[in-house]
């Protein structure tokens, strides 16, 4: 296929992509999970005003189009790291990780496969934590958080778990093994470790909101 004149005209090859790409099967072959609507409340708001990107409770979140107001993971871009090998660390890029996501059922499964109490939001640097949402780190990418006070908030991705969060983790938690630990949390917090998300309408967020979520179609892409 090229463009010529303006218009797209078949080019030699495209028969046989066509036969590859299989692009005669029946739109109906591929199943549609269509999407559906949840709700949640907000059981806890905290930002990482330090340093680092641990984060402590604060009364409420107030929201940008650069994420949490003077929060260490603010900004329109951020620097890729080990999460994106397809660039060179420290290349700028769109910051689609402003805010970080979590369920208290999920971080309650985490720390039993730890073998400790209890998790904290604070010590893997959570920003929100939603109550009410069954497996909240399975929620597909574009599912939108609506807000009762006015915010709207679209899911990037899962949140990967690392050894640095397990790392602070561990100190936290006062662990005999702080090396062992950093490196048992991303074994143990696969797909339980929450999301990211961007900011797409600007407000404050407070605990005991409620939020009402978006989740949309899903397919899975065969080519």
């Known amino acids: 296929m090229r463009l010529q004149g303006g218009i797209f005209r078949a080019s030699q090859g495209d028969a046989a992509m066509q036969d590859t790409l299989d692009l ?23 930002a990482a ?7 402590t409770a604060v009364a409420e979140l107030k929201l940008g189009f650069e994420g949490i107001d003077d929060d260490f993971h603010a900004g329109h871009t ?12 420290g290349t700028e890029m769109r910051n689609e990780r402003q805010l ?13 496969r ?26 597909p990418a574009g599912t939108l958080l609506f807000f009762a006070g006015g915010v709207t908030v679209k899911v990037d991705a899962q949140n990967g778990p690392c050894r640095i969060a397990g790392k602070s983790i561990a100190e936290h938690a006062g662990m005999a093994d702080v090396t062992e630990g950093a490196l048992l949390f991303p074994k143990v917090a696969k797909r ?13 967020v407070m605990p005991g909101e409620l939020v009402s ?11």
Do not use: C, H
């Open 24 to 46: 005669d099967r029946p739109v109906d072959d591929i199943e549609i999970i269509p999407g559906r609507k949840l709700t949640a409340k907000v059981v806890g708001t905290y």
């Open 49 to 55: 005003r330090g340093g680092d990107f641990v984060t």
């Open 78 to 89: 951020r620097r890729s790291g080990g999460r994106e090998p397809w660039y060179p660390r």
């Open 100 to 112: 970080s996501i979590v369920a208290p059922d999920e971080m309650a499964i985490v720390a039993e």
């Open 114 to 139: 730890m073998a400790i109490p209890e998790i904290k939001p604070e010590w893997i640097g959570a920003n929100l934590v939603l109550d009410g949402i069954p497996r909240l780190s399975m929620l």
């Open 192 to 204: 339980l470790r929450g999301l990211v998300a961007w900011v797409e309408k600007p407000g404050t």
């Open 213 to 223: 979520v978006r989740v949309p179609e899903q397919w899975i892409y065969r080519a």
